[in-house]
């Protein structure tokens, strides 16, 4: 098995990649690293796929994957883990914006301190504030709800246990939440190193201010992904008990209240004529069908345990 596998998404990266790969490379040459580099080309519109295959020709370590359009940073990492073949993988961004010379440190915390995963902290940022004050916000946000004391889980520099990246799937904007689903996955050993923040060199970002309300909207559906895909009848069981009992406490009490009223003589209205049955109805009818719902989820997990298939038009040195 190899030292290190390093995973680098590249969406329009093309001036940053021949700068990048020659920093990794002589890392791990200075360290002696037995390596490989995965680039995932992620439908990238200019010419970062001709620049990967003209540095596959003279870096014999360099694997690569050309997706057919833009799936997404989760769909290259996901791509990029299943292909992994390192001891220890690590994730960078193409835009130099990370920097390789933090690959010593976090190998040896995999290696010798024996953490999961070690997520990269840019404590020193060099972006405006228009990011920065959002970004510690949601920050804090996910650390409330997911109870790991991270300070930036949106940092591409992060290093694994190449078992948990076998054992772990993400999809649609999930990789924030990496050490989140590693940690509902069994691997809850998880560290944090402060590392350098560079400014951008080439290019511009790819990321604009609806990512912070897509990953509010995405932490909300990995919670209950990760707590419920299992089981699910325990989330909508219980609320269709919560409702169902409800709605047939509120239908018991409007019928004794009307025998009572009855049996003392006194005048009273009748049941359909109270707002509160009406509730009671809802109430209960909302119960039968979360229950409903509840069996529907149990059979499609059940019978549902693929992973999504990515389009790929071309790879470089991975076994197909």
């Not at 972006?127 to 970004?135: A, G, L, Q, Y």
Request: hydrophobic residues 40%; proline residues 3%; charged residues 20%.
């Amino acid at each position: 098995m190899l030292d290190i596998s390093v995973i680098v998404p590249v969406y329009n990266e093309q001036e940053s990649l021949p700068e990048l790969n020659n920093w990794i490379s002589r890392v791990m040459q200075d360290h002696g690293f037995s390596y490989e580099v995965i680039f995932v080309n992620d439908g990238s519109t200019d010419d970062s796929w001709v620049v990967i295959e003209e540095l596959s020709k003279t870096n014999p370590y360099i694997k690569a994957i050309n997706f057919t359009r833009n799936y997404g940073k989760s769909a290259a990492l996901d791509m990029g883990f299943s292909k992994a073949d390192g001891e220890v993988v690590i994730t960078m961004d193409a835009d130099l914006q990370d920097s390789p010379d933090e690959i010593p440190g976090l190998y040896q915390m995999i290696i010798e301190e024996h953490y999961d995963v070690v997520s990269g902290w840019k404590k020193k940022r060099f972006d405006p504030i228009s990011k920065t004050i959002p970004s510690k916000f949601f920050n804090g946000v996910t650390r409330w709800i997911s109870g790991i004391k991270l300070h930036d889980f949106n940092c591409g520099l992060k290093a694994y246990k190449n078992k948990v990246v076998k054992n772990i799937h993400i999809y649609g904007e999930m990789h924030r939440y990496i050490p989140l689903i590693a940690k509902w996955n069994g691997f809850s050993k998880i560290g944090e190193k402060v590392v350098e923040h560079r400014a951008r060199k080439y290019g511009v970002t790819k990321f604009g201010l609806e990512r912070f309300l897509n990953g509010f909207l995405d932490l909300i559906s990995v919670s209950f992904v990760n707590r419920y895909k299992k089981k699910p009848m325990h989330f909508f069981g219980t609320l269709g008990t919560i409702s169902f009992t409800s709605g047939f406490l509120i239908t018991i009490w409007l019928i004794f209240q009307k025998i009572y009223g009855l049996y003392n003589g006194n005048k009273v209205r009748e049941i359909t004529d109270q707002p509160l049955f009406f509730l009671a109805l809802v109430a209960l009818i909302v119960g039968v069908q979360l229950f409903l719902t509840g069996f529907l989820a149990e059979m499609m997990t059940s019978n549902n345990a693929r992973k999504a298939d990515y389009n790929i038009s071309e790879m470089i040195n991975i076994d197909k």
